[in-house]
């Protein structure tokens, strides 16, 4: 299973950008996917997640900013990031929470695994 993310880029402050996350392979469902920013020197942190049911959560830095949300026909999520600030600099990386195939076509075990980073850079 492997997630391709996109997006990045360099914004004003104030700006837009909307990244995208699309997970591909073999793999029975999708419980969450969802993205997270790292910074040097700092841990990775949760910036949104959204469930397959439609439930998503957000870092409270983003909320009323930020919005994200899948198309499950295509196993993409994408993140739509508005008013940014240069607080939202980072490396963003998609993240799947899915289960594997089981016996016949249950599911199995549950795995997660991580796409590449994407750099998004805020100039104040």
């Known amino acids: 299973v492997q997630l391709q993310a996109s997006g990045g880029g360099l914004v004003q402050a104030g700006g837009s950008l909307q990244l995208s996350c699309s997970a591909s392979?073999?793999?029975?469902?999708?419980?969450?996917m969802a993205w997270y920013r790292q910074v040097p020197g700092k841990q990775r942190e949760l910036v949104a997640r959204?469930?397959?049911?439609?439930?998503?959560n957000y870092a409270a830095s983003v909320k009323e900013r930020f919005t994200i949300f899948r198309d499950s026909a295509k196993n993409t999520a994408n993140l739509s990031m508005n008013s940014l600030k240069p607080e939202d600099t980072g490396t963003y990386y998609c993240?799947?929470?899915?289960?594997?195939?089981?016996?016949?076509?249950?599911?199995?075990?549950?795995?997660?695994?991580w796409g590449q980073g994407t750099q998004v850079t805020v100039s104040s």
């Open positions: 392979g073999r793999f029975h469902s999708i419980k969450s």
């Open positions: 993240h799947l929470d899915a289960f594997d195939y089981g016996k016949g076509w249950s599911p199995g075990r549950s795995f997660v695994t």
């Open positions: 959204v469930y397959t049911g439609g439930d998503t």
